[in-house]
C-alpha cells in the first residue's frame, strides 16, 4: 500500500501530538513503545511511517497514557 505525503505528515502530528501530550521526550516516547529515538523523530517529520501496524502502535500510545494518569 502507497501511502501519499500527505498522510505521513498526519500521522507525523498524530505522534507528535500524543508524546507532547503525555510530556515525553522523544527518548521516554521510544522507550515506552520500544524503538529508538531517531525512529519516533522520523515518524513525527513524516520522513517514515511505521514497520509497526498503526493500531498496535495506538494502544502502545493508550497504555502508557493509562499509566502515566495512574501515576
Known amino acids: 500500500m502507497q501511502i501519499s505525503r500527505s498522510e505521513m505528515a498526519e500521522y507525523g502530528e498524530f ?28 515518524w513525527e517529520k513524516g520522513q517514515r511511517i511505521p514497520n509497526k501496524n498503526i493500531e498496535e502502535i495506538e494502544q502502545t ?5 493509562k499509566k502515566v494518569r495512574r501515576g
Open 61 to 65: 500510545y493508550r497504555e502508557v497514557v
Open 15 to 42: 505522534f507528535r501530538h500524543m508524546r507532547l501530550s503525555l510530556g515525553f521526550t522523544l527518548e521516554q516516547m521510544a522507550a515506552h513503545i520500544g524503538v529508538f529515538r531517531t525512529t519516533i523523530s522520523l
